[in-house]
């Protein structure tokens, strides 16, 4: 009880309050703290929270093989179909990446990349849809050091499921043409040789013919 009656007298001599006032004042101040503290906690954004529910709700899948596909079968897995694996090639070598959907996966930093051969476009560090393509040609030897670097940490960190047909084009030229008339115009002559009889079979079917009308004139 001294104990109490000396706080009251304090807290009466150094605040002017009564005892009630001031523990009312003292919980006020304190509620207004902790609410407006609360404004100011930071909170995940709606993106990175729902990636993170994603993530945790759904099992990783394991990787498919699915051999040699080409440029335009790899655009299907791009991320854009949820059913299917998140795929990303390397020097026509295809790695499944769907365990870092975060990145490679819609809406991730380095989403353009998912769906195709994204080899020079590492290289040489670029965004340009131009440079995502698997044509390594004129590359310096830096950006070729930079792609070997990219290739080794695929190699260490992700499955590779696949590899990138390459298609060449058949081209004929005007050469070849020129040599197939000119094989074609010279059988032509021969072919008629062949068909053509010889001398001495027109000498025989002229004999023939004379004696056919010799014996026709005494009967």
Known sequence: MEAWETLKQAVETYTGL??????TVLALAAAIYYTVAGFFETQPTAPQAHAREVVEREPLRPPVQLGEVTEEELRAYDGSDREKPLLMAIKSQIYDVSQSRMFYGPGGPYALFAGKDASRALAKMSFEPKDLTGDLS?????????????ENKFMSKYVKVGTVMKTVPVTVTEGSDAGASNVTEAAAPAIATENKGTPA??????LDALSENQEAKEN
Not at 143 to 148: G, P, S, V
């Open 18 to 23: 009564s005892p009630a006032s001031f523990f």
């Open 138 to 150: 004129g590359l310096g030897p830096f950006e070729l050091e930079a792609l070997q670097d990219w």
């Open 201 to 206: 079979d027109d000498v025989a079917a002229g």
